[in-house]
């Protein structure tokens, strides 16, 4: 149920809240933002804030795309806050946060905003009698900048290491302590493989809360780290020598009341629905990929052994596999599927819209699910599994060939897509490998740090 703005402006104001942080994520999967004082949220609500169509013709670079169809001064739009979703960001400097979707000014939802992708994709499964649950990932790096610009880990200790725990001790109970200063439930937190890598998993929730929080949640993660005097880095790789970062998105499938992955006399207990559900997105994984992996440098971590699942592949519990299938356990957590390709330059509205129509045309037309692969795909006799596209370039075809996304995401949002997706391959056409990875090293900061 939505929670009208004035109560809950009120909460906030009694909480010592001054301002409101209005945020939307553009094609090129940056947050952009407006703020307003809380006394002028009812307005961000009611009426909205003006934002130029051509925000989605930012490349990764900052810079408008020549050539794209939404590189024009015209078509202003108001971007209204959504007050079921506002929330704390730091309480104890006064800011609050709210995601924002973008309408015309006669007041009908704009074609190509992302956030009324998903929020249309999920209120077409309830009506189905489908739920979907989600939630993501998050790895990070923890750095300061070497000698050459290039991120230097800033918090010593081994891979998952409780050493790396205890010599960033400061730094994690801060992080804790401000994921529930702000209300983000989460699930769990650990140091990662890489040096200086954390990784923090959210709560599941709907589509729209599971794209909220990871929002949120990188915001928070970035002005925390940099309180510290360090910089957070999401870059799916920011430098050559070492693992990159995912954005692993988690998800489970209800249809009237009853699990779909789980329960069933399939593979680990899937339903036919549920086999209908993995075949879907297993079909639809190379058009997918440029949502979930939208850099040109996202294709540089997706390597073989490398547990970054660059097969067109699923498996039971397989870290290899694109989707990797967790069966319920024992505890009684229910059975989900993880996509695993995704990283956090993914624009996180458009990518659970695209999976939400995916999985819902898996429910209504039945497709034959391969046989899961145990074991590291990459050591299989060849042509047993298909690489996933390699490159941004092979990614965007598909994706521009995919019916099924451009009927779902309609012909403004999906053609506005194919240009940006144009811009980053032509954007990295003439970088060497060094190059690429310098240009989003220090991804979310676009354009880099001097």
Not at 250 to 269: F, M, P, Y
């Amino acid at each position: 149920m939505s929670i009208p703005p004035a109560p809950m402006a009120a909460a906030l104001a009694a909480q010592g809240i001054r301002w409101v942080a209005i945020t939307w994520v553009n094609h090129a999967g940056a947050p952009l933002v407006k703020v307003v004082p809380l006394a002028g949220f009812e307005a961000a609500v009611a009426v909205g804030l003006g934002f130029s169509p051509v925000s989605d013709a930012f490349g990764t670079d900052g810079g408008i795309a020549a050539g794209h169809r939404l590189a024009r001064p015209d078509g202003d739009l108001r971007l209204r806050a959504d007050p079921a979703a506002l929330a704390p960001l730091e309480p104890a400097s006064g800011w609050a946060w709210a995601p924002g979707e973008r309408f015309e000014r006669s007041g009908v939802p704009y074609a190509g905003d992302q956030r009324h992708l998903c929020r249309r994709q999920m209120e077409q499964l309830r009506r189905a009698g489908v739920e979907l649950r989600a939630g993501f990932e998050l790895e990070w790096l923890v750095a300061t900048p070497a000698t050459d610009g290039t991120p230097a880990p800033a918090i010593p200790g081994g891979p998952y290491g409780a050493d790396r725990l205890v010599e960033g001790l400061d730094y994690a109970t801060a992080l804790l302590e401000a994921l529930e200063a702000a209300g983000l439930p989460w699930l769990q937190f650990h140091p990662e493989y890489g040096a200086s890598q954390f990784e923090l998993s959210l709560a599941p929730g709907s589509a729209l809360e599971a794209a909220d929080r990871l929002v949120q949640a990188k915001l928070l993660i970035q002005r925390l780290t940099r309180r510290f005097g360090w910089r957070c880095s999401f870059s799916p790789k920011p430098s050559l020598g070492r693992v990159g970062n995912g954005g692993h998105l988690h998800l489970s499938v209800r249809q009237g009341g009853t699990a779909l992955l789980e329960g069933g006399d399939g593979e680990a207990g899937l339903s036919d629905a549920g086999a209908g559900v993995l075949a879907a997105l297993l079909e639809e994984l190379p058009a997918l990929l440029a949502l979930a992996c939208p850099l040109a440098v996202s294709y540089r971590r997706l390597a073989p052994g490398s547990w970054s699942a660059p097969f067109q592949v699923w498996g039971v519990e397989n870290r290899e596999a694109a989707l990797r299938l967790v069966p319920a356990a024992a505890d009684g957590a229910p059975a989900h599927l993880e996509l695993k390709v995704a990283d956090l330059a993914a624009n996180p509205y458009l990518l659970l819209g695209a999976v939400q129509a995916v999985v819902a045309d898996g429910l209504a037309r039945a497709r034959p699910l391969p046989p899961p692969v145990s074991g590291d795909p990459s050591l299989l006799p060849t042509g047993t599994a298909a690489p996933l596209p390699a490159s941004l370039a092979a990614a965007a075809a598909a994706f521009a060939a995919s019916d099924l996304l451009r009927q779902a995401l309609g012909e403004a949002l999906h053609g506005s897509l194919c240009d940006s997706q144009a811009a980053e391959v032509r954007r990295a056409a003439g970088c060497s490998e060094a190059e690429l990875v310098a240009a989003a090293a220090w991804w979310p900061v676009v354009g880099g740090i001097d």
